[in-house]
């Protein structure tokens, strides 16, 4: 059976950082992170693959989170840095065999997400 617990979450200020850790049991695929903002759609952040190379970044993010993993079997951070209050949403991370991007129907197992909030 396969399960994905993320931790790492919080309240910080802008311009803060925070690491999201996200641990998969029961396969080891490519994983991806997500989040879903008050109001809007969930969307894609970072994805990474099973192996650990390849990070693939959103627009909005590249350049301020790094996403890494060190073995198909180790967690899977996501490091953020210069947090800004548009970066408010519930994270989650999913796992997928075929993709690390952004095809959200092709991640089949979730976690239950985590609040980030970043205040002004």
């Known amino acids: 059976q396969v399960h994905l617990v993320e931790s790492g979450g919080g309240l910080v200020q802008a311009g803060d950082s925070l690491r999201l850790s996200c641990v998969v049991s029961g396969r080891a695929y490519h994983v991806g992170w997500f989040r879903q903002g008050p109001g809007k759609e969930r969307e894609f952040v970072a994805g990474?693959?099973?192996?650990?190379?390849?990070?693939f970044y959103a627009d909005s993010v590249k350049g301020r989170f790094t996403i890494s993993r060190d073995t198909a079997e180790a967690p899977v951070f996501l490091q953020m840095d210069t947090l800004v209050p548009e970066d408010t949403a519930i994270y989650s991370c999913a796992t997928s065999k075929e993709t690390w991007k952004n095809h959200l129907h092709l991640y089949d197992y979730w976690g239950r997400g985590l609040q980030v909030t970043v205040s002004t």
């Open positions: 990474i693959t099973s192996t650990g190379s390849q990070p």
